[in-house]
């Protein structure tokens, strides 16, 4: 018998180090985020140019060089392909944006998107205070149907300093769109969750 009691007892330590092997700590999760983007920046032939670098050309990033730049204080990646019509965001207003958006997960490829149809999109009510942006997604939305919640990730606020939000004006003409890879610091419930990074490519129009 306590031969039988020793053997269950070397089985419970080896399963015990076993799950201890399988579990992983932030930091790891981390380094394998960070591993990922470095990946995804290589794939896809990005050049990425400091924010000093993208105020000194007047806040744009040159598309035929596949240029993003990294905003330092959200760590976001960001391309602007169109900087869209009309003007910035005012200040102190509260404004209704459609949002267009193909977002891709860069760990396992999951995707979701609106951007297919011109008749679904999504809508986002957002606020500007000096520097500060707050938003949040209406009910009829694809992101608050995927992940139930009408909170944005704050990396899809990101490119609203650097963006015009008014209505398109023009049939030969461009609204504001851009591609972003938004850590998970700055995503949605799930990429916090599981500490997985994002790449978006979204367009910002007003909807009045």
């Known amino acids: 018998m ?91 207003e509260q404004v209704t944006l459609i949002i267009r958006f193909f977002e891709m997960c860069i760990m396992d490829s999951t995707q979701i998107y609106n951007d297919a149809t011109p008749y679904d999109p999504d809508y986002m009510i957002v606020k500007r205070t000096g520097t500060s942006y707050s938003a949040s997604l209406t009910t009829n939305s694809l992101m608050y149907s995927t992940y139930g919640t009408t909170s944005v990730a704050s990396g899809l606020l990101s490119p609203l300093p650097y963006i015009n939000v008014g209505r398109e004006d023009d049939e030969t003409g461009h609204i504001a769109k851009v591609k972003l890879i938004v850590p998970h610091s700055k995503g949605h419930t799930t990429a916090s969750s599981y500490v997985y990074p994002y790449y978006y490519e979204i367009s910002y129009q007003r909807a009045d």
């Open 2 to 92: 306590k031969k039988v009691f020793f053997l269950l007892a070397i089985l419970g330590v080896i399963m015990s180090f076993a799950a201890c092997n399988d579990y992983e700590t932030y930091g790891e999760k981390k380094d394998k985020e960070r591993a990922a983007i470095r990946n995804f920046i290589a794939e896809q032939g990005i050049k990425v140019i400091s924010e000093s670098e993208f105020h000194a050309k007047g806040d744009v990033t040159d598309t035929a060089k596949n240029e993003f730049v990294y905003l330092d204080n959200d760590g976001v990646y960001m391309q602007i392909m169109y900087k869209g019509y009309g003007e910035p965001l005012p200040n102190n």
